[in-house]
């Protein structure tokens, strides 16, 4: 066969992100707690902490790292993960010797190639990570070639307006702003016994009355529960009607997800931001571990596997809501070119403090952001990042 349009790759590089703040307005935060201190959340580290929760064991280390892939002919796209330089030794020093001198349009073929040529280590983890910033760059440059953006080249848009939640404790905020679904955190684990439950549903409680009966709900444990307290807090939090419960248990703990739903099965169960690739998400499926899978593209390896997680999920009657996918223009052209999604999560790096407009969050240019309610990807080629090649000067230059 005579492969035609084979577009080279010339080189791959991790880089630092550094552009200048496009932010020059800057209305300052209402008084009051911070979101900072209204999220601190009982995760896993909660048994060794002296006050509710941060996330302590998440170093500094942990900085953004984008990608940057060039062709031929001098076109080029951006990904990005995090992880510092652990994730930027993986994409220099192991996918761009395997990916270079390759056809750049062949991104399923790199996806598989990435994931096989990491395989003597475990294509999971930070090696995902990776390997998300790798795809997210070679499906930006696609677009860019093609003249399209990402999400006309799954075949999208889908519908034409997906529903917004917000995640965040600072709930009253979030309604201000317009939006129409919450999502909590927990500030309490099963080392705060049954005056943390007692806590827990006077937050709820407060919460399902402040947004009122038609607002979806959720809450998220940010994997810091056991069985037992995870069964009695969602017992006790029944009479809020929650759509559903986010990740209870540690990532890799498999076994206490079935005992959870035997004990409370009408309530919805999400999880998957901390899994990574596609294998995962199958034997999910497959036994009917969770309700909704929340993959997060930056983190699970890129597009090319969020691509078949959707497929894998619409064929087991599932629905697929991104971890954090309104605050990328990565995650919001999936939302939009995917079937399988229903609604698009505002979390962190779409939030502002209580009081600062959402256009002043500080985000990569080009990135659009909510408004009234509503949020729709860029129609510029690619994922529609405005950004200068000399923002991208190589992590370790
Ligand atoms: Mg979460």
């Known amino acids: 066969m005579e492969i035609r349009h084979t577009m080279k790759i010339k080189s791959i590089e991790a880089t630092r992100i550094e552009y200048p703040d496009p932010i020059t307005k800057r209305t300052p935060p209402r008084d009051g707690p911070s979101r900072g201190q209204l999220n601190s959340q009982a995760t896993p580290m909660r048994r060794y902490a002296s006050a509710p929760g941060n996330r302590r064991w998440m170093p500094g280390g ?3 790292v984008g990608c940057v892939v060039t062709l031929e002919d001098g076109s080029w796209g951006f990904g990005m993960t995090d992880y510092g330089r652990a994730t930027a ?5 192991f996918l761009a010797p395997a990916l270079v001198g390759q056809d750049a349009m062949a991104t399923e073929r790199l996806y598989d190639m990435m994931v096989r040529v990491t395989s003597g280590f475990g294509s999971g983890s930070l090696t995902a990570r990776a390997i998300a910033a790798v795809d997210l760059a070679l499906w930006d440059v696609k677009g860019k070639v093609l003249e399209q953006p990402v999400y006309a080249l799954l ?3 889908v519908r034409e307006d997906l529903p917004l939640y917000s995640t965040g404790n600072d709930t009253g905020w979030q309604k201000e702003l317009g939006f129409k679904n919450f999502k909590r955190f927990s500030h309490y684990g099963p080392d705060d016994g049954i005056e943390g439950i007692n806590r827990l549903e006077a937050e709820i409680a407060e919460a399902r009355e402040l947004v009122g009966p038609d607002a979806e709900l959720m809450l998220d444990f ?12 969602t017992e006790r939090l029944r009479p809020y009607n929650l759509k559903w419960i986010e990740d209870p248990f540690l990532s890799e703990s498999l076994d206490e997800y079935p005992k959870f739903r035997e004990r409370v099965p009408w309530q919805g169960l ?7 690739g596609v294998y995962p998400f199958f034997n999910a499926a497959s036994s009917g571990l969770v309700d909704i899978f929340q993959p997060d593209i930056i983190w699970c390896g890129g597009l090319s596997p969020v691509i078949k997680i959707c497929h894998i999920a619409e064929a087991a009657g599932l629905s697929v809501i991104p971890h954090g996918s309104g605050g990328t223009a990565f995650g919001q052209h999936a939302c939009y070119g995917l079937a399988a999604v229903p609604m698009i999560e505002c979390s962190g790096p779409v939030m502002t403090e209580p009081g600062v407009p959402l256009e002043e969050k500080d985000r ?11 949020l729709h990807p860029s129609d510029a080629p690619g994922f529609g990042l405005e950004l200068k090649r000399e923002w991208l000067p190589g992590f370790f230059s």
């Open 62 to 64: 942990a900085r953004d």
């Open 89 to 93: 030794a993986i994409i220099d020093d």
């Open 155 to 157: 075949g999208g848009p």
């Open 222 to 233: 940010w994997l810091g529960m056991d069985v037992e307290t995870a069964v009695r807090t």
């Open 270 to 276: 999400a999880t998957g931001e901390h899994w990574y």
């Open 364 to 374: 990569l240019p080009g990135t659009p952001v909510p408004s009234e309610g509503r």
